[in-house]
């Protein structure tokens, strides 16, 4: 029989964040209204820069299912900018954890980085690459996109990626 988990995605992030984002957008929306002939050009820009921006969050806010799946063969993620390929416990050398102006975050530390960023669309794989750069890993799960905190989530991970390696040396004897 096998162990799934699902866990919901948090809705107070993309809640926050959307409504500020459109606040600022109503912003410019007002200075293209109510400002004098010369600022129209920054009631655009604002507009249009923080409504774009609050479009993936709304995505995010309304969008159904869960935002992480674990089970015994691996784990798939939902991000803003889409589900995220299904990796399998293999494809995992290890998990480990990072801070970004403290916001913890589970990584995770793949056996192949470039296979991964082969499967990605081109969004995903620009962010990708940044993690890459800046903390050694492509794949990484934030506890601010789902409704559990960071060390039950750390926690999570690890006990499934564990017991898959200890499942995997059982059999090999």
Not at 49 to 68: C, D, E, K, Q, Y
Not at 121 to 138: D, T, W
């Amino acid at each position: 029989m096998s162990d799934i988990v699902q866990i919901n995605p948090s809705r107070l992030k993309p809640l926050l964040i959307a409504v500020v984002a459109l606040g600022f957008a109503s912003i410019g929306i007002a200075i293209l209204v109510f400002g004098s002939g010369d600022d129209w050009w920054a009631g655009v820009f604002t507009a249009l820069f923080f409504g774009l921006a609050s479009i993936p969050w709304l995505i995010m806010l309304f969008r159904p299912g869960p935002a992480l799946q674990l089970d015994d063969k691996g784990l798939s993620a939902r991000s803003w900018v889409g589900v995220l390929p299904f990796l399998t416990w293999d494809q995992i050398a290890g998990i480990g954890e990072f801070s970004l102006k403290g916001n913890a975050m589970v990584i995770l530390m793949l056996k192949d980085p470039d296979g991964y960023l082969a499967r990605l669309g081109p969004v995903s794989r620009f962010i990708a690459k940044s993690n890459l750069r800046y903390c050694g890993c492509p794949a990484w799960l934030s506890a601010n996109q789902v409704q559990i905190s960071h060390r039950d989530l750390y926690d999570l991970v690890d006990r499934f990626h564990r017991n898959y390696h200890r499942i995997a040396a059982d059999q090999q004897r």
